[in-house]
């Protein structure tokens, strides 16, 4: 069993089952927003490095901040790994390590207007004049 604050909630996993990832419920209605990801999407690779870690997840603008996505340890145990589909666009996120908001400082990173510190990722389409098809 995990527990994790998370929007000032705590939230509980109660199975490995659940540690795949899971929704938040949102203290409004219970109910949670579709994210529609019909736009084009390309891979992107979130990495952590904490060797002393217990369980890392990701979080960001991308699945709307309600959505924990699980890192799994590389085969070398040196850091935390997830590849994932977002669509093009600027993307803030943030991980969560052993219950514990945190950042990526090796990553680029800002801070929000309440002085929250965020890693940001900008997914770009291919240029498609540099391959030649246009």
């Not at 199975?15 to 927003?33: A, C, H, I, M």
């Not at 992107?44 to 959505?67: H, P």
């Not at 145990?77 to 994932?84: C, H, N, P, V």
């Amino acid at each position: 069993m995990l527990h994790l604050v998370y929007s000032g909630m705590l939230v509980t996993l109660r199975s490995r089952q659940d540690e795949k990832s899971f929704t938040v419920p949102r203290k409004s209605d219970g109910l949670l927003p579709c994210i529609d990801h019909d736009c084009p999407t390309m891979r992107v690779v979130f990495r952590y490095f904490d060797q002393r870690a217990t369980r890392v997840f990701v979080t960001g603008s991308f699945v709307n901040w309600e959505l924990l996505l699980l890192l799994e340890r590389d085969e070398a145990g040196q850091f935390w790994r997830l590849e994932y589909q977002l669509p093009y666009g600027h993307h803030r996120y943030r991980f969560v390590v052993d219950g514990k908001w945190a950042i990526n400082h090796e990553h680029p990173f800002w801070s929000d207007e309440n002085g929250i510190l965020h890693n940001v990722v900008h997914v770009r389409p291919p240029n498609i004049l540099a391959r030649g098809l246009l």
